[in-house]
């Protein structure tokens, strides 16, 4: 059964940049497309970023072009989120999840990490 795993999150200034991990246990992530998800205060959980399962395929949300970074490492078993440039609404917890198809809605991704909280304020 794979297992994710988030890397602690924390608190970041505007302006600042944190990165990301998400590391994958119990089977290989090389046949899984692996989305980023948040989910802020009082909102439902959206996607951020998803790339496929051998990265050529990436795809972000219009809220983070240009400021956020998807990349995988198959043979560490692990995808990353660069984000750069944050903001205060950036503020979430960041989840990672896989599916054996590309990313879609949060219902339709089968594995989950339990996520991590971001935090961006001065």
């Known amino acids: 059964q794979l297992q994710l795993v988030e890397s602690r999150g924390g608190l970041v200034q505007p302006g600042g940049s944190l990165t990301l991990s998400c590391a994958a246990s119990?089977?290989?992530?090389?046949?899984?497309?692996v989305g980023w998800f948040r989910q802020a205060p009082g909102k439902e959980r959206e996607g951020v970023s998803c790339?496929?399962?051998?990265?050529?395929?990436?795809s972000y949300a219009d809220s983070v072009k240009g400021r956020f970074k998807i990349s995988r490492d198959n043979a560490k078993n692990t995808v990353y989120l660069q984000m750069n440039s944050l903001k205060p609404e950036d503020t979430a917890v960041y989840f990672c999840?896989?599916?054996?198809?590309?990313?879609?809605?949060?219902?339709?991704?089968?594995?989950w990490g339990k996520g991590t909280l971001v935090t961006v304020s001065s």
């Open positions: 999840a896989a599916t054996l198809q590309w990313c879609s809605s949060p219902a339709n991704m089968p594995f």
């Open positions: 119990g089977a290989t992530l090389d046949y899984y497309s």
């Open positions: 790339i496929s399962s051998r990265g050529g395929s990436i």
